[in-house]
């Protein structure tokens, strides 16, 4: 079945910078568009960036210039590195990719960015 299993969480000053990592399995990785989501407490949850099959990218503005996606198709994993974070980066943090109509989801990392 397909699993998405995200690590790299945690606490870290504004500043600072943290790398998440989503590994898949289950499906066929290298032919799926992947994507990062999060959710603050009290908020929706909102795309983050995404990444193609292709490797073409796309992130929202509050991100860009400080986080990175990318895939690695041989070891079935998105990643996101982010820098420069801010205390509004905190939130949880979520892959999902979707197949035949469907979305899935991983369980969320916490990201929390406070001095």
């Known amino acids: 079945q397909v699993q998405l299993v995200e690590s790299g969480g945690g606490l870290v000053q504004p500043g600072g910078s943290l790398t998440l990592s989503c590994a898949a399995s289950?499906?066929?990785?290298?032919?799926?568009?992947m994507s990062w989501y999060r959710q603050a407490p009290g908020n929706e949850r909102e795309v983050v960036a995404g990444?193609?099959?292709?490797?073409?990218?796309r992130y929202v503005d509050p991100v860009t210039g400080r986080f990175t996606i990318s895939r690695d198709n041989a070891k079935n994993t998105v990643y996101l590195q982010m820098n420069s974070l801010k205390p509004e980066d905190t939130a949880v943090y979520s892959c999902?990719?979707?197949?035949?109509?469907?979305?899935?989801w991983g369980q969320g990392t916490q990201v929390t960015v406070s001095s």
């Open positions: 289950g499906f066929t990785f290298n032919g799926y568009d």
């Open positions: 990444i193609s099959t292709l490797a073409g990218i």
């Open positions: 999902k990719t979707r197949i035949t109509g469907r979305d899935y």
